[in-house]
């Protein structure tokens, strides 16, 4: 197994909480995800994340606290596009080339004092929740997408394969959940593949509208 990443120390605690530049490129967590989920012969190799192998991914750490609803935010998973006048698109655009090189296809963020205090399993469990958020596009039919002048998957932010009210399923059973509700209960159902994680805090880019 490789190595967790760890992030720096001037963004943890007190010290992260004040910290001039909150916001960090994480290249060493970027090279660990790639290598434990998406990359041929990982060790968590999970075939979800087959496209990412053709996508920038830009993996950032950040010191400053966020919530959603009550809830705490740890992992957020955006499509790398700025949406203003041209100015401030510049700017934007500067900042993340820097950052990255060029302008990624995601941008995955990462709290920084969560990522160093919970257990491998919920730390995994985030990353790759995160990763399923950055998914391929689909055409009317449901197959995958891939652009017909490079050839490569035509990517697009994922929502959840489940979205059910505990309600509907108490009164008219899985059968007639919305979605794979039934599949993610046969899979609750199991043991997990790897090991169990809790995960008790929120991911900012859910609730959103994604298509």
């Given amino acids: 197994m490789l190595t967790r990443p760890r992030p720096p120390e001037h963004l943890l605690g007190d010290e992260g909480a004040v910290a001039t530049s909150p916001v960090e490129p994480a290249h060493d967590l970027h090279d660990w995800l790639r290598a434990t989920f998406i990359d041929e ?5 999970n075939e979800d994340h087959i496209h990412l192998r053709d996508a920038r991914l830009g993996v950032l750490w950040c010191s ?6 009550g809830n705490t935010v740890v992992g957020l998973c955006e499509e790398a596009s700025f949406i203003g006048n041209r100015w401030a698109k510049a700017r934007w655009t500067q900042q993340i080339e820097g950052w990255f090189g060029a302008v990624p296809n995601f941008l ?3 709290h920084a004092d969560y990522a160093d205090q919970c257990s491998d399993a919920a730390f995994c469990a985030l990353v790759e929740h995160e990763l399923y958020h950055a998914g391929q596009a689909k055409d009317r039919w449901g197959s995958p997408r891939f652009s017909k002048m490079t050839g490569l998957p035509v990517f697009a932010l994922r929502g959840h394969d489940v979205e059910e009210f505990v309600g509907i399923v108490e009164r008219y059973g899985v059968g007639n959940g919305a979605g794979k509700t039934a599949a993610l209960v046969a899979a609750a159902n199991r ?8 995960i008790t805090v929120a991911c900012g880019t859910c609730g959103r509208s994604l298509i």
């Fill in 41 to 45: 012969g990982a060790p968590l190799l």
């Fill in 64 to 69: 400053l606290p966020a919530e959603r609803q």
């Fill in 191 to 198: 043991a997990p593949i790897i090991c169990e994680a809790d």
């Fill in 108 to 110: 995955l963020t990462f």
